[in-house]
């Protein structure tokens, strides 16, 4: 190989290493190409990993054709490029209906396989199902809280719920649009002033799943964390008698003063 020709390869080589430069930093540091934890490629419950599972096959797909076509574009610039003013245009194909109904039928093949698997996943996600526990979440500036109606129980910024329960999570907003994501459970959903938006998730394991506001709603927007503790039925139990107690005591010494009125009333009569 000469010189001319070693120049003409430059290009091409300087545009291999820079797109294997990023591939090969991946291979080498696997987590430098992850998400931080909370991940939502660590899923937690069927509803994350019904999206986890889609975004993993639409990056398979997406990887295979980049790189079809890559080597295809490569091949062509080298296989075909011209070496000499003398030397003749390669054979054209434009107008080939057997090339071009392949590659019509292929993509076309593979826009049918991602809608059925995206069908598949939003009725995976589809909140409108029997559930085992009713959690509402309001978001303010700027904080999460979060109500049990069905025991009278309200928290700030935590949610505690059993392992392997299905969970009905209905959102609201007290001021601005918020958004409720806790990634290893499931998607984003608004939180909408005067509208109620409904999500649902299952937690398969125990542990502490991080959240947080995913829309920005204003300076504090970064101190609106969440964090979802799953518990074992006992445990949650135990914490469900706990927090009942502590908020009967609340009520407790409000109770005397209200007798104290009625009683200064009947005296006045």
Known sequence: MNLTQLKTFKPI???????LIPVLVMVAIPAAALAAP????????PAARSIANLHN????????VFAIVCTLLIYALIRYRRRSNEDPEPEQIHGNATLETIWTLIPVGILVILLVLTFQSLRDIDPN???DLTVQVIGKQWLWEVRYPDHNITTTGEMYVPVDTDVRVELTSEDVIHSFWVPQLGGKKDAVP???NVTWFRAERVGAFHGHCAEYCGLGHSNMPLEVKVVDQQSFDTWLSSKTNQQTQNVTPTEPDAESDQLTAESTE
């Open 13 to 19: 080589l300087k545009l291999m290493r820079n797109a």
């Open 38 to 45: 909370p991940s939502p490629l660590n899923p937690a419950s």
């Open 57 to 64: 096959i639409a990056l398979v797909i997406a990887t295979l």
């Open 129 to 131: 199902r029997p559930t």
């Open 194 to 196: 005067g509208y109620l």
